[in-house]
């Protein structure tokens, strides 16, 4: 690649990126290296231009470094905007004695034959893209290119264009990351000065020290913290010898600072930070340069599909909830592993730098009013600097238990149906036997919360970064791993993994004042299904759809997936008595066969995003997988309901 070192700042980083967007209201997202006196442009189609000065609240700008600034527009509308309707928008700043705007700026974001980039405000929630798991550096197509590929085919439609893309986890991957992707984030982080910090605990005392460590690039295990506390969770899981107390498997480039993972956000969405770095090879081991050299040509490909997806982020609003990688693999998995992780000072430090990335890269578009004290804490965080921009230590760790005491990640988005968004992360059921055991995904008091939300809904969009409803024989092989002591080698993270939160999630589906239908998203698992679920021996019981679609960049081994599936439906055919042994038996399961496929396979494994359209009822009238190579999978209805339980 050219050498960057002159490459003058561009104006925008990163987005922008449609959020949560009503008639009345519009959360936008974007990052720029400079605090920017914007206006908005916006022009529904047939009717009158409107021009709004982002001033004052309608415009708030977050430094993150020297030369750069999250903005934040909440923008209030009066009159409402219509929906159903391409809205044409743009954003004007001045620059010297002209204004510029954002469709001259940057054109990829706009399509063909088109002048701005445009949104539609949708009447209803029933027509939905969702994926998880985007990891730049897995070999393979990009599920949000392939979303922006679709909907490019159908943008003088605005009636199919969908009321929301839901990320539902693993937008980021903090804890697994390529030597390359490592080495543009650290020259990032110096061209555009993110601020640095102290590290205590680590064997260096700041983020400087760290960049230039020795063990900077594929040994970053060497530098994470172990403790005497951890020995449990070392003996179980690494064999008893010195290891890290973050259990990944791939932590060998993991993310420390604020810095690094405010520059992998820059970096997974937009093209424009990538034209300031040059993927430099550092001083490797021969096995690394092998390494290094293969993550190098896979980023070349990711990095050539980033204007597609500025593209479709700047089209499309969008949702977003946590799961783990995006802060850390096994993120608050057992009492055990959060007891050793919260207990050493840098490890808290590492959790707690990426959850406020996520608060605000991520859960402010979300719902802006709930996280609002937090946003106000990460603004005086990072607004009160020393002259060498370094955050206050007192001031940050002050901030990262704030964030670690704080319950409010999930959300509601009402309207037809009603979604609900939940966070299965930060409010475990902790087992008070066996502090090694896997938590429930979601404690009594984070269920009764959820209860409530659900009370005589008549039907209801549940997202849930976990499925609810797995494969059967996979979350038996996580159960027996568990039960040998050994739950992180298998991520045995699922509903129905811990007893009390599966019977409370369980009853919630059969009380009698929750809705008639649920429709359940996931991701997390790296393939794709869908089952259709109902109560035994009820006729007036729920229906429920779990649509899985996973990963947007990610996949699971084929051979490995398509033995899995074989022998679950071996042994949990209709006839046999295994499935009296799962928690499940009140409930008759049915998969749906992916169109395509092989004969009797319902798991599909490939890169892609889910499509699902709901009926007026909030029944899925479409589902359907657009995989990354092209081919749109549908899943249609079982043709006999009894097929395999």
Not at 191 to 197: A, I, K, P, Q, T
Not at 388 to 393: R, S, T
Not at 415 to 421: E, K, N
Not at 540 to 545: A, E, R
Request: charged share 25%.
């Amino acid at each position: 690649m050219s050498d960057t070192a002159n490459v003058a700042l561009p104006t925008f980083l990163t987005g922008p990126l449609l959020r949560r967007l009503a008639p009345e209201r519009l959360l936008i997202w974007l990052v720029a290296t400079r605090p920017l006196d914007l206006e908005l442009l916006l022009q529904p189609a047939g009717g009158a231009e409107r021009a709004v000065t982002l001033d004052g609240p309608r415009c708030r700008r977050i430094p993150i470094g020297r030369h750069a600034w999250i903005h934040l527009l909440d923008v209030a509308m009066e009159p409402p905007l219509p929906v159903d309707t391409e809205i044409e928008y743009d954003l004007s700043w001045g620059e010297g004695d002209a204004p510029l705007r954002l469709s001259t700026a940057l054109p990829y974001l706009c399509h063909p034959g088109r002048k701005r980039p445009a949104f539609v405000i949708a009447s209803s929630n029933r027509n939905l893209l969702h994926g998880s798991c985007r990891k730049p550096h897995f070999d393979g197509l990009d599920g949000l290119v392939r979303a922006d590929e679709w909907l490019a085919e159908r943008l003088d439609q605005p009636e199919q264009r969908p009321a929301w893309l839901i990320m539902t986890g693993d937008q980021v991957y903090a804890d697994d990351v390529a030597g390359p992707m490592l080495v543009v984030i650290h020259q990032l982080i110096r061209r555009l000065g993110l601020f640095d910090e102290a590290l205590e605990g680590a064997t260096v005392p700041d983020s400087q020290t760290l960049y230039a460590a020795e063990q900077g690039y594929y040994q970053r295990e060497e530098l994470l913290p172990d403790v005497a506390s951890s020995a449990a969770v070392r003996r179980r899981f690494f064999g008893g010898a010195r290891k890290p107390v973050f259990t990944s498997a791939h932590a060998h480039n993991h993310l420390i600072t604020f810095a690094e993972t405010m520059a992998m956000y820059l970096l997974v969405w937009s093209p424009e930070p990538w034209k300031l770095v040059n993927v430099v090879e550092p001083s490797l081991s021969a096995e690394h340069r092998e390494t290094f050299a293969r993550e190098r040509k896979i980023l070349q490909r990711f990095t050539a599909g980033l204007p597609r997806v500025a593209r479709l982020l700047a089209h499309q609003p969008s949702l977003m909830i946590f799961d783990d990688h995006d802060v850390t693999d096994d993120w608050n998995l057992s009492a055990e592993w959060e007891s050793t992780a919260y207990g050493h000072p840098l490890s808290k430090r590492i959790i707690g730098n990426a959850l406020l990335a996520y608060l605000l890269c991520q859960a402010w578009g979300n719902a802006p009013d709930k996280v609002a004290d937090a946003i106000d804490r990460a603004d005086a965080l990072l607004s009160n600097l020393s002259r060498e921009g370094h955050l206050d230590a007192q001031e940050q760790d002050a901030c990262i238990d704030w964030l670690l005491k704080y319950q409010g990640w999930e959300y509601q988005v009402p309207g037809t149906p009603h979604l609900l968004v939940l966070d299965t992360r930060t409010r475990r059921w902790r087992s008070e036997r066996s502090p090694g055991r896997p938590s429930g995904l979601m404690d009594w008091e984070a269920l009764t919360e959820m209860q409530q939300a659900l009370l005589d809904k008549p039907s209801v969009v549940v997202v849930s970064p976990a499925p609810m409803f797995g494969v059967k024989l996979i979350e038996i092989i996580q159960k027996l791993f568990t039960l040998a002591g050994k739950p992180l080698l298998v991520d045995a993270e699922n509903w129905m993994a811990h007893r009390g939160a599966a019977q409370v999630m369980l009853n919630i589906f059969r009380h009698s004042r929750t809705p008639g239908n649920y429709v359940v998203l996931s991701g997390d698992v790296h393939y794709s299904y869908v089952y259709d679920i109902r109560i035994r021996h009820r006729r007036q019981g729920p229906h429920i759809w779990q649509i899985t679609s996973s990963g947007l960049k990610n996949a699971f081994p084929d051979t490995l997936l398509d033995w899995l599936d074989r022998l679950n439906r071996w042994l949990y055919a209709p006839w046999s008595p295994l499935n009296w042994l799962t928690k499940r038996r009140r409930m008759r399961i049915m998969p749906r066969d992916p169109e395509g496929a092989k004969a009797g396979e319902r798991l599909w494994n490939g890169t892609g995003v889910g499509l699902v359209k709901l009926d007026a009822q909030g029944r899925p009238a479409e589902i359907r997988q657009l995989d990354a190579r092209g081919p749109e999978v549908l899943f249609p209805a079982a043709r006999t309901p009894d097929d395999t339980p």
